[in-house]
């Protein structure tokens, strides 16, 4: 088995087919989409391919380390990760093959008027689930 990473994005992939953006969906709509979604990880529980999945508050700061005393620098001249990615999902499959159906079918989630979506989602192997990338762990 090979875990991946099904990312949503807000903005930065190629527009969706229905493509309103969530912010002007109505509650019910909202409702159906994230119904679909958990349904989708339920299906995908029973048959041990789900890992865990989020989705992630539009809040978020880029922190990084400024050296020996001095606080951490927040933010920079770049996309921030809370404009351009909106949660995510972990499967664990059997194949690249089963991945790519499986982001098919998320990418189906209903939005705007109980429409599918057919949302671009990116989809990234586990360092060691691509026979490109070698194996890595951090401790």
Request: a negative charge; glycine letters at 8%.
């Amino acid at each position: 088995m090979a875990k991946y990473l099904l990312l949503k994005h807000y903005r930065g992939a190629p527009a969706a087919v229905n493509d309103v953006p969530m912010d002007q969906w109505t509650p019910e709509e909202i409702s159906a989409h994230v119904q679909y979604m958990n349904d989708f990880a339920a299906r995908l529980e029973k048959t041990g391919e789900f890992v865990d999945s989020q989705a992630l508050a539009p809040e978020g700061t880029f922190v990084r380390y400024d050296g020996e005393g001095r606080p951490p620098v927040t933010d920079g001249p770049f996309a921030e990760t809370k404009d351009v990615i909106a949660g995510w999902m972990i499967i664990d499959v059997d194949s690249y093959e089963r991945a790519v159906e499986l982001a098919g079918e998320l990418s189906a989630a209903p939005g705007a008027g109980g429409k599918p979506i057919h949302e671009w989602l990116e989809l990234r192997p586990f360092l060691g689930a691509s026979p490109t990338i070698p194996e890595c762990t951090f401790k």
